[in-house]
């Protein structure tokens, strides 16, 4: 018993080695990579299996394991830089793990997400090394001069998305490119908008979609959302949305709203103020902005979470309380 675990433990060893060596030779093999110059694109949330995947997929490794294989055991697969990569030299493994880690991308990219603030806009691009920062010193009057904006606020008026830039691009260009783009998806929607909308202006159908963009993460229900806040304009009922509210109160904001926050009256407060808010409450996407100009036809007037993401719909406020005591209280 004893020589068969010493043959065993030889044989892994002997194993260990054998692979030691081939990742060795591997490592330092240069890349058969096809169709240079290329490039390639490390996307956010892309991990080390999926990299390997994807280069195997478009004949930059020829064997996605082995390439996985060697992130694992050296490391260097741990901290994947996104952007994108181009490759217009046979590169090794290594070198190819070097210049992903180290970032020397031809194009980097930030995403700004649906619902983001300003706030929360202005943070992802101080998070980018590779941007110059030209906007970091403006005041919100002369950014809005620079990217060409009549509006009063920034708020809502970049459209999120991915934007790819070349290192040390201008800050305020790529700005430029997202309030352009947001521009014109309103334009579009407001032209194909539906009759007889409460809104004067395509502003006032931005900040709609902004409020339906932060009540629902359920694609489904954006339409309905616009339908309810619609009926509430018509009929003079105020909007009562928290996250107005919410806006309102700024950093004051520690993550629990409370009835007083609600009686305290701020320009965003649609419990103690009736219309729309002064601008957006953050970024609203396509869906939600067609939603606004593309209501659902209900004729409900309320609506309560359910806790699972969804909500329920009510026209009368006797169905509505019903409905709160069953999912709220």
Do not use: C
Not at 96 to 125: C, D, M, N, P, T
Not at 277 to 299: F, Q, S
């Amino acid at each position: 018993m004893k020589k068969l675990i010493e043959r065993l433990l030889l044989f892994a060893l002997a194993a260990a080695l054998a692979l030691a060596g081939g990742l060795t030779w591997y490592a330092r093999q240069p890349l058969s990579i096809e169709g240079m110059p290329r490039t390639v694109n490390v996307t956010p949330g892309m991990h080390l299996r999926s990299l390997s995947v994807m280069l195997a997929r478009e004949g930059v490794v020829g064997n996605a394991t082995l390439f996985w294989l060697l992130g694992r055991v050296t490391g260097q697969g741990t901290a994947l830089k996104v952007g994108v990569y181009t490759l217009d030299r046979p590169l090794t493994p290594l070198e190819l793990y070097g210049k992903i880690e180290r970032g020397e991308v031809s194009q980097a990219i930030v995403q700004f997400i649906e619902g983001w603030s300003w706030r929360e806009v202005r943070a992802a691009l101080a998070a980018q090394p590779l941007l110059k920062h030209d906007s970091a010193n403006l005041d919100e009057a002369a950014l809005l001069r620079a990217l060409g904006a009549e509006e009063p606020r920034v708020e809502g008026l970049l459209f999120p998305d991915t934007y790819y830039y070349a290192p040390h691009s201008s800050e305020v260009e790529v700005l430029r490119r997202a309030y352009r783009l947001q521009r014109d998806k309103l334009r579009a929607a407001w032209e194909g908008r539906a009759p007889g909308l409460p809104y004067k202006t395509p502003y006032e159908a931005l900040i709609m979609a902004s409020i339906v963009e932060k009540e629902t993460g359920v694609a489904v229900e954006r339409p309905l959302i616009a339908g309810v806040f619609i009926n509430r304009l018509r009929r003079g009922m105020r909007l009562q949305t928290d996250p107005t509210v919410i806006y309102g109160l700024g950093e004051r904001f520690d993550g629990n709203l409370r009835k007083v926050d609600l009686q305290t009256d701020t320009p965003y407060n649609t419990y103690t103020r009736a219309g729309l808010p002064p601008t957006p409450i953050a970024m609203p996407g396509e869906a939600a902005i067609r939603a606004a100009l593309n209501p659902a036809p209900t004729d409900a007037l309320y609506f309560v979470a359910r806790g699972d993401g969804t909500h329920v719909f009510s026209g009368t406020l006797d169905a509505h309380n019903r409905a709160v005591n069953r999912y709220q209280k």
